[in-house]
């Protein structure tokens, strides 16, 4: 799989787990995660290589699933 078809990938994965995704110019100090406003937000730094920002999501989205809630998006009955 080519780098950019798996970082479009990972992307879809991180907005399906509710976290908000940014793309700012960060002069190439990376992205990352954070939480504010109620939100988690994954940034990525466009001034990076497509394989750096890859690695960036990669590892922001493994933390974020190590760390989460699994019954989160689980619907429970009324």
Same mark, same amino acid.
């Given at each position: 799989? !080519?780098?950019?078809? !798996?970082?479009?990938?990972?992307?879809?994965?991180?907005?399906?787990?509710?976290?908000?995704?940014?793309?700012?110019?960060?002069?190439?100090?990376?992205?990352?995660?954070?939480?504010?406003?109620?939100?988690?937000?994954?940034?990525?730094?466009?001034?990076?290589?497509? $394989?750096?920002?890859?690695?960036?999501?990669?590892?922001?989205?493994? $933390?974020?699933?190590?760390?989460?809630?699994?019954?989160?998006?689980? !619907?429970?009955?009324?």
């Amino acid at each position: 799989m !080519r780098t950019a078809d !798996r970082l479009n990938q990972l992307l879809f994965e991180a907005r399906s787990n509710d976290l908000v995704v940014r793309f700012e110019y960060l002069d190439g100090q990376g992205g990352g995660l954070c939480a504010f406003g109620g939100k988690r937000w994954l940034f990525v730094d466009l001034a990076q290589s497509v $394989e750096d920002q890859l690695e960036c999501v990669q590892s922001a989205l493994s $933390e974020e699933l190590a760390n989460s809630d699994p019954m989160r998006n689980v !619907r429970r009955a009324a």
